[in-house]
């Protein structure tokens, strides 16, 4: 048994997100990144997105490829949440979805290649770089492969069950205390009637 995998556990024993996988996500989704990027700059916003992508074709599909990344971090905040439950069969399918983003972006990736006439560049050498290292990634990782499958349907339903269940036993708890220190019927009887019984046998006595 392994114990360092203990570490991949939250508070609640669900195994946490990878760390690699915000970084793949922040790289799929660079150009929603660089968009955000260009709004800052007032004075020249285009300058900005052709410095990275001169083809305006270009980056509309980095944009559309982008629009997936984000949609994987709306799952795994879900995931984190527990909620909705209807959101779990998707996420399971996360490392296919993820797949996907990786061939649609190294399509790009040609594209982009192909309108410089294939002229070799530092960013492009980054971005073959970092796909293959995320393809070598979603291949091996066996946090990744847990990760997905740690989210099961049944868990909310237990959860809630659980929390009606203590509710109820809170609500409970109150009432039998009530009752403990209610007097009965039969304990204000017997004391009512011992003074008349101690005066009948006093009675006798004499």
């Known amino acids: 048994m392994n114990f360092s995998n203990i570490t991949w556990l939250d508070d609640k024993g669900h195994i946490k997100p990878p760390i690699f996988l ?53 799952l795994i905040i879900a995931e984190r949440k527990r909620s909705p439950a209807w959101l779990q069969p998707i996420f399971r399918r996360l490392i296919g979805i993820l797949w996907l983003l990786l061939v649609l972006d190294a399509i790009i990736l040609g594209q982009r290649l192909a309108h410089d006439y294939f002229i070799f560049k530092i960013s492009y050498a980054l971005d073959g770089l970092i796909l293959f290292w995320s393809a070598l990634y979603l291949a091996n990782s066996k946090r990744l492969m847990h990760y997905v499958k740690d989210w099961h349907p049944d868990e909310e339903m237990a959860e809630t069950k659980t929390s009606s269940e203590s509710s109820q036993d809170i609500d409970r708890e109150p009432s039998v205390a009530s009752l403990r220190s209610k007097p009965t019927a039969r304990a204000v009887t017997s004391v009512l009637m011992q003074p008349k019984i101690n005066q009948a046998d006093s009675n006798k006595n004499e």
């Not at 790289?27 to 083809?55: H, M, N």
């Not at 599909?61 to 982008?66: K, Y």
């Open 22 to 74: 915000y970084l793949m996500l922040v790289f799929l989704a660079r150009g929603w990144c660089v968009f955000i990027a260009s709004l800052t700059q007032f004075s020249d916003q285009a300058g900005l997105v052709k410095l990275f992508y001169p083809e305006k074709s270009d980056f509309i599909l980095a944009l559309v490829s982008g629009v997936g990344a984000v949609m994987i971090y709306g």
